[in-house]
Every structure is written in structure tokens, then in C-alpha cells.
């Protein structure tokens, strides 16, 4: 029973994750909406269909598979998984993870890759390495997670903030899905976290109003705080994704937070049928529970 238990949370965070994602691809980039947007629609600056996932949920599967595939963080493994997906689908990625595969397209090794990008864009502090990271919470138990998220991160992503959020949501999300309350988790990241600027934000979410950016930390609070003042799953995610801006990448953070507290029961059934890839994401969510380090 406590196995069945914990797969209804791991399937939950990796379904809700993709949830939230195609929930919020249509706001994407937009000012918040006047009206509350409360169900799947097409459209978006990418004319996405109704239900149609972005390269959030593509990179949180690549991450999930080659766990499953590999048994442990395999660097090398989940780089050429991440830019298999870039390379069908370009035009969904960010600017930092873009420049960093077209460098690795080029045959620039990784770690430089990652810091030329950095040194090139004065920055690397975008969300694309902390949307994808919510497996690793899955599959590690949360003493093990935070240095793997941090490397995980930086494959990609030089500047120290984005790793840093990552590694806290995943410890949030890998208690949970082992059946530790939603405050206790928090408690816990909050612990152990190591990076000041971090750490004042997001523990201290309540001070400040959510602000839905590409930047790692004010997305990871926006997230954040949708999950933490919400009742129910569905009110987490709708919460995040009106807010408007990063809308899918906000989406799909809080709703790798609230699947794994929530779990898969609590996902509203018109959901599951317009979600693409809801079959697939719980083949996967069911292997890499089944592989997780327990």
C-alpha cells in the first residue's frame, strides 16, 4: 500500500507538471488575462492546440527517462535525450537553453557551453533548468537531491540561482511524494538551502507578490506561492497559470508541487482528457517510481 501510495503522488507531480504547462502555454508571454481562464484552450504565440504540452513537460520526460534508463543522473546520457527534443522542437526553447545546444551542436563541450552562454548573455539565471528537474525529486530521496539538482542545473545553466531554486523545489517535491506534509517540506528545503538570495525569497514567500518571469527565482516563488496558499490542485495551477507571463513554466512548477502533495486522485478528469501525452507521462511516472530510490 505505502508503494501505491507513493506512485499516486510521483504520477501525480509529473502529470500536474504537464498540466500546468499546456494549462498555461496559451497565456504565455502575455499580460494576466482579464477573464480567469479555468480550462484548456488553444492558441498562444506558438498557435498551440487545445491540451498541447511545450518543451516544459518535453524536458521534465527527458530527465524522468533517462533515470529510468540509466538507474542514477547520467550527464552525458540526459544531454543527448535534452537535445534530441531541441532539436524537433527549436522554436519552443528559451534563449539560454537554445544558445547552449546550438553550442553543443558545434561540438562544444558542455560545461563550456553552459558558462560561454553565461558569459555571453551576461547571465544564465533564466527557469528552463528548474522546470525540468521535478523527476530528480521523484526519483532521489531528499537527502540525495539537492547536489544532484544543482548539477543537473548547471549542465545547461552556469549562474548558481537556478540551481539553487531547482534543488529546493525538488526537496519539497521528493518529501511529499514519501508522504511528508506540504509545510514540513518546506520546512526542510528551507533548511537546507544555501544560496542567500534564495533563501530570502522563497523563504520568505509571503512577503512578496508573485511576479510569473523567466527568471529562476521570481518563477520558483511565483510557483511557490500559488501551491503553498492553495486548498485544492486545480486551484494551485489555475492560480499560477493567470497570473500570466512565463504562464506555462509557472504552470508547470507549481503543478510538480502540487501533484506530489496532492497525487494523481486529485487531477480534475477534464484534464486527463485533453492533456497530450497523458498515457505516456504515466507509463513513465510508474517506471521511474518503480527504479526511485526509496
Not at 53 to 69: N, R
Not at 143 to 169: K, N
Request: net charge neutral.
Amino acid at each position: 500500500m505505502r508503494f501505491i501510495s507513493g506512485y499516486l503522488h510521483a504520477a501525480g507531480s509529473l502529470v500536474a507538471l504537464a498540466f500546468g504547462d499546456a494549462l498555461g502555454a496559451p497565456l504565455e508571454g502575455s499580460a494576466q488575462p482579464e477573464s480567469w481562464v479555468t480550462k484548456m484552450l488553444p492558441g498562444g504565440r506558438h498557435f498551440r492546440k487545445k491540451g498541447q504540452i511545450t518543451d516544459d513537460t518535453l524536458q521534465a520526460m527527458a530527465v524522468a527517462e533517462s533515470l529510468v534508463t540509466c538507474g542514477e543522473f547520467d550527464q552525458k546520457d540526459l544531454i543527448l535525450r535534452l537535445f534530441s527534443g531541441y532539436e524537433k522542437y527549436k522554436e519552443w526553447y528559451g534563449p539560454t537553453s537554445s544558445s547552449f545546444f546550438e553550442l553543443i551542436k558545434s561540438g562544444t563541450l558542455p560545461h563550456r557551453a553552459a558558462w560561454l552562454v553565461h558569459k555571453k548573455r551576461h547571465g544564465s539565471r533564466s527557469n528552463g533548468s528548474v522546470m525540468r528537474g521535478f523527476p530528480l525529486g521523484i526519483f532521489y530521496p531528499s537527502h540525495e537531491v539537492y547536489q544532484i539538482s544543482i548539477a543537473c542545473s548547471q549542465l545547461t545553466h552556469f549562474d548558481p540561482v537556478p540551481a539553487h531554486c531547482s534543488a529546493w523545489l525538488n526537496i519539497m517535491v521528493s518529501d511529499m511524494c514519501r508522504g511528508i506534509s506540504r509545510q514540513k517540506a518546506y520546512r526542510h528545503a528551507r533548511s537546507l538551502c544555501m544560496n542567500d538570495e534564495v533563501y530570502a525569497i522563497l523563504g520568505n514567500y509571503e512577503n512578496y507578490s508573485p511576479d510569473p518571469s523567466l527568471d529562476a527565482v521570481l518563477c520558483s516563488h511565483a510557483a511557490l506561492f500559488s501551491f503553498m496558499h492553495a486548498r485544492t490542485l486545480e486551484g494551485a495551477i489555475l492560480s499560477a497559470v493567470n497570473l500570466g507571463g512565463d504562464a506555462d513554466t509557472v504552470g508547470a512548477c507549481c503543478g510538480a508541487l502540487a501533484g506530489a502533495y496532492w497525487g494523481l486522485e486529485a487531477i480534475p478528469e477534464w484534464c486527463k482528457t485533453d492533456l497530450e501525452y497523458y498515457d505516456e507521462l504515466l507509463k513513465i511516472a510508474d517506471a521511474l517510481w518503480k527504479r526511485a530510490k526509496k
